[in-house]
Nanobody, 123 residues
Framework: QVQLVESGGGLVQAGGSLRLSCAVSGRSLSDFAMGWFRQAPGKEREFVAAITWNFGFTYYADSIKDRFTISRDNTKNTVNLQMNSLKPEDTAVYYC????????????????WGQGTQVTVSS
């Protein structure tokens, strides 16, 4: 079994930063892609960023490119999302997810999900 637990969410002023962390336990994820998704009230869940365990290839949504950075720490079994220059439109529940497939930008490709962590950006 795979368990994902997010942490690091909170309230921050526009222009500020937050660092989200996803702790991974259970089976090895060496062949997995790890992704971050977010969902705001009244909106559909959207892709934010992803990284592969094997080579660390990264993928980003255009809306957050150059502001967010995804990374992995193999020694700690964590996936992180550094969020800088936050905007009010970044407000959402952020979810960590794991995909055993090659596609990374579609939520339907992910089999395991964390509980989510709230990020609120004030203006």
């Amino acid at each position: 079994q795979v368990q994902l637990v997010e942490s690091g969410g909170g309230l921050v002023q526009a222009g500020g930063s937050l660092r989200l962390s996803c702790a991974v336990s259970g089976r090895s994820l060496s062949d997995f892609a790890m992704g971050w998704f977010r969902q705001a009230p009244g909106k559909e869940r959207e892709f934010v960023a992803a990284i592969t365990w094997n080579f660390g290839f990264t993928y980003y949504a255009d809306s957050i490119k150059d502001r967010f950075t995804i990374s992995r720490d193999n020694t700690k079994n964590t996936v992180n999302l550094q969020m800088n220059s936050l905007k009010p439109e970044d407000t959402a529940v952020y979810y960590c997810a794991a995909s055993p497939r090659s596609q990374v930008r579609d939520s339907t490709g992910y089999d395991y999900w964390g509980q989510g962590t709230q990020v609120t950006v004030s203006s």
